[in-house]
T-cell receptor, first 114, second 110 residues
């Protein structure tokens, strides 16, 4: 299976802890996106990369959130000092630049902050 | 910023009924428009798209027409099946990213 892979599937943490999620995109895709989705809402854009460059970050994104894509392949999303409001499904998607509108999504990481 | 508004769900229909899910958009430019679908237990996937005014996107019996004059992109299907039960998201492109609506949950009863 060469789809988008996200790990872990579920993460439970205590408020104030740091968490890190990983996304492995489809291998030939040069764009990688992170979205956040809460119950009853659509995916909310967080940030995206083209190769290793982070090209856009949502203005609504707290500075506790950071993302990397060091070699232009997999990406990590870290949340520092988690808060209960961070509880959500974190989705990763990848695409090819130029065909960037067709996003291929992973199954997501469900974060619960207690 | 650009945004999408779609009808609230859940929408419950009997099998073989006609489906319409309304979607309107607000955009400063000329975005591409999409419908994405999320089946139970699966990730979001592209259902159909249209890139300019009057284009019609179609897939799996679903259709949507890009209407610039009414800023709409309503999803339709002539005869739904139980397997169409899912959450449907209307979306638009803003630069290199996709902006999604809140989603409409569809239940099809046998």
């Amino acid at each position: 299976d060469t789809g988008v892979s996200q790990n872990p599937r579920h993460k439970i943490t205590k408020r104030g802890q740091n968490v890190t999620f990983r996304c492995d995109p489809i291998s030939e895709h040069n764009r990688l996106y992170w979205y956040r989705q809460t119950l009853g809402q659509g995916p909310e854009f967080l940030t995206y990369f083209q190769n290793e460059a982070q090209l856009e970050k949502s203005r609504l994104l707290s500075d506790r959130f950071s993302a990397e894509r060091p070699k232009g392949s997999f990406s990590t999303l870290e949340i520092q000092r988690t808060e209960q409001g961070d509880s959500a499904m974190y989705l990763c998607a990848s695409s090819l630049a130029g065909l960037g509108e067709k996003l291929f999504f992973g199954s997501g990481t469900q974060l619960s902050v207690l | 910023g650009d945004s999408v508004t779609q009808m609230e769900g859940p929408v419950t229909l009997s099998e073989e009924a006609f489906l319409t899910i309304n979607c309107t958009y607000t955009a400063t430019g000329y975005p591409s428009l999409f419908w994405y679908v999320q089946y139970p237990g699966e990730g979001l996937q592209l259902l159909l798209k249209a890139t300019k005014a009057d284009d019609k996107g179609s897939n799996k019996g679903f259709e949507a027409t890009y209407r610039k004059e009414t800023t709409s992109f309503h999803l339709e299907k002539g005869s739904v099946q139980v397997s169409d039960s899912a959450v449907y998201f209307c979306a638009l492109s803003e630069g290199d990213k996709i902006i999604f609506g809140k989603g409409t949950r569809l239940h099809i009863l046998p």
